[in-house]
């Protein structure tokens, strides 16, 4: 089981740890949205969960709540400028399809 960060990722993650006062690390993980089903979501983590598994990637914990776990474990987080845009991107293995917009996706079990 791991969450992986891209070098870059890595840095910005840091980065917004450091200047937030209280900040833990990363809380990553799903929701359910979009057309697909489910959408990842990331926010600085401020407290730890019961039930929370916490990975550290090169001193950066990132925390994940046990619902989330089986559908995010083995992604990989990346940090991408585009233009003006900037976003935390995820290259997760368990996404089976995505909708158009990129904004969900759907596991194979999901399809099931």
């Known amino acids: 089981m791991?969450?992986?960060?891209t070098p870059v990722a890595l840095?910005?993650?840091?980065?917004f740890v450091e200047q937030t006062p209280g900040a833990?690390?990363?809380?990553?993980?799903?929701?359910r949205t979009g057309c697909s089903g489910w959408g990842h979501v990331a926010d600085l983590a401020r407290d730890q969960r019961e039930g929370d598994t916490v990975f550290d990637f090169e001193g950066v914990r990132?925390?994940?709540?046990a619902a989330?776990?089986?559908l995010v474990d083995g992604t990989e987080i990346d940090f991408a400028k585009q233009g003006l845009s900037e976003t935390f991107t995820f290259r997760n293995p368990n996404a089976s399809a995505e909708c158009g917009c990129?904004?969900?996706f759907t596991t194979a079990a999901d399809a099931a």
Not at 2 to 5: E, F, G, S
Not at 11 to 15: G, I, K, S
Not at 62 to 65: A, F, K, L, R, T
């Open 2 to 5: 791991a969450i992986t960060l």
């Open 62 to 65: 990132i925390y994940v709540d």
């Open 102 to 104: 990129g904004e969900s």
């Open 68 to 70: 989330s776990l089986a």
């Open 11 to 15: 840095e910005r993650v840091q980065r």
């Open 24 to 31: 833990l690390g990363l809380r990553f993980g799903v929701t």
